[in-house]
């Protein structure tokens, strides 16, 4: 029996149900055939706390959190299990240094270890009181800036009451002005009234009017009405009060008798797995080594320098602030083409780009500004040249094109059977072959895949 103990996993799982519609086809076809949940455990099961742990009948594995035993669960069951020599405490993943997982690796066994636990308890007497006069301050300094901002918003209204009071709407005379100007005044035409209102908001966004979104409820019945006065009212529940508590130490002392291992889950690849990696499967040009310690980083920055199958051209190990410049130089040439090479060109599209093979010779000529150019002139008797085929597709995107063309496809233990007379593989270097008998099915499906290459 396995058992995990920790505030969220049953949400994480009861989440993880309502999305069965968006995993694979193979877990939603046994949903629908066999009716077999996926995420329907026999034997595991998810604890909230110390009590729902003691129903559980032993022996049971226990996965809790956190691995340093710095809080949590694990914290707290530390405190109960490592006295029992029976039981066994697995730390998962290297601890951080002056941690109680730390300390209780480096004592190991029949060692005494000191526990900080925390409990929360609620708050009694004057403190209680002191907390419900502060909550009280802290809602009535809310209730005062709210009345604040509604000063401001009627002064701001009042403003613009007074600005559209003094707009006209018809034309005014030039005689009806006290003062005359000696400059030429312009005629001032009707305007509409309007009032632009003034959009509210904070940093969560624009203030929702409530009213903007109540439906309107349908008038009752003068019958209805006289039932429900004669009808007894309801009696409304108590709202529960949220009862306020504090967080309280206790150090305790406790006897470590159980076992206690270390075995590594983390994934992380050790020295001599990167080594192997770096030298038969990246084989990188350049490198910047970091996140190491300085001695494990030089040691890997020497071991890439002194191999033969690597030829690393440039390693850096910088510092922590040290900056590194791991540029390097490009020879990019800027040519042009000739008109007549453009239009006898053969372009191919393959996803966002259109590719042409081009058989020519570059001619370094004088511009205008008596600038050397570089000219792309087509060859007279142009070479013959093996097709290449770019855009590699998926065997998925080309079953969906057959299937568009009428012919049945099907994946059958990783090979795609066409009509049952084409089979469509992809061998270990990544190329896709096509196997079957000669006929029209064939040379079908044969044109289909080649219409989904940039050929060139």
């Not at 035993?69 to 993943?93: H, P, Y």
């Not at 209805?224 to 529940?237: F, N, Q, R, S």
């Not at 599209?349 to 010779?361: C, K």
Request: glycine share 4%.
């Amino acid at each position: 029996v396995v058992s995990t103990q920790s505030t969220g996993g049953f949400n994480v799982v009861d989440f993880a149900k309502n999305m069965l519609e968006w995993m694979s086809d193979t877990v939603t076809k046994q949903f629908e055939e066999q009716r077999s949940y996926p995420f329907h455990f026999k034997h595991l099961n998810l604890c909230h706390s110390l009590q729902e742990l003691e129903k559980i009948p032993s022996p049971y594995v226990l996965l809790t959190s956190m691995a340093d035993l710095s809080c949590g669960f694990a914290r707290n069951l530390l405190a109960v299990s490592a006295e029992a020599k029976e039981n066994c405490i697995i730390v998962t993943q290297r601890t951080k240094p002056d941690t109680l997982a730390s300390k209780l690796l480096s004592n190991a066994i029949n060692n005494t270890i000191d526990i900080t636990i925390g409990k929360r308890v609620p708050l009694e007497g004057k403190e209680l009181e002191e907390h419900f006069t502060s909550v009280a301050k802290k809602q009535q300094e809310v209730e005062k800036m709210e009345v604040e901002e509604e000063g401001e918003e009627t002064d701001e209204e009042q403003e613009d009451d007074q600005a559209l009071v003094q707009r006209h709407d018809v034309p005014i005379p030039e005689e009806t002005h006290s003062k005359k100007s000696f400059f030429k005044q312009h005629k001032v035409y009707p305007m509409f009234p309007f009032h632009e209102e003034k959009i509210k908001w904070d940093e969560y966004g624009e203030f929702i009017k409530h009213e903007h979104f109540r439906i309107e409820e349908e008038p009752v019945k003068e019958e209805e009405m006289e039932t429900e006065k004669a009808k007894p009212a309801p009696v409304a529940p108590a709202a529960p009060t949220e009862i306020p508590t504090k967080c309280v130490t206790s150090r305790i002392k406790t006897q470590v008798n159980c076992k206690v291992k270390f075995i590594d889950f983390e994934g992380r690849s050790d020295g001599e797995s990167i080594k192997r990696i770096l030298a038969a499967v990246l084989k990188p040009r350049q490198m910047v080594i970091v996140h190491g310690t300085p001695d494990s980083s030089r040691h890997l920055a020497e071991f890439c320098r002194d191999s033969k199958d690597m030829g690393v051209s440039q390693i850096f190990v910088p510092g922590i602030g040290e900056t590194v410049d791991a540029t390097s130089e490009r020879h990019i040439y800027q040519v042009k083409l000739k008109d007549a090479l453009v239009t006898a060109a053969k372009f191919s599209r393959a996803n966002d780009a259109e590719l042409a093979w081009i058989d020519a010779v570059i001619d370094v000529q004088l511009n205008a500004d008596k600038e050397q150019v570089a000219m792309l002139e087509p060859l007279t008797n142009k070479p013959s040249h093996v097709p290449v085929f770019i855009n590699e597709p998926r065997l998925s995107n080309l079953r969906q094109t057959l299937i568009k063309s009428g012919i049945q496809a099907e994946f059958n233990g990783g090979v795609l059977v066409c009509n049952n007379k084409v089979a469509i593989r992809r061998n270990a270097s990544g190329t896709i072959q096509v196997e079957g008998t000669v006929c029209d099915d064939y040379y079908k499906i044969r044109s289909l895949l080649y219409s989904m290459y940039a050929i060139i």
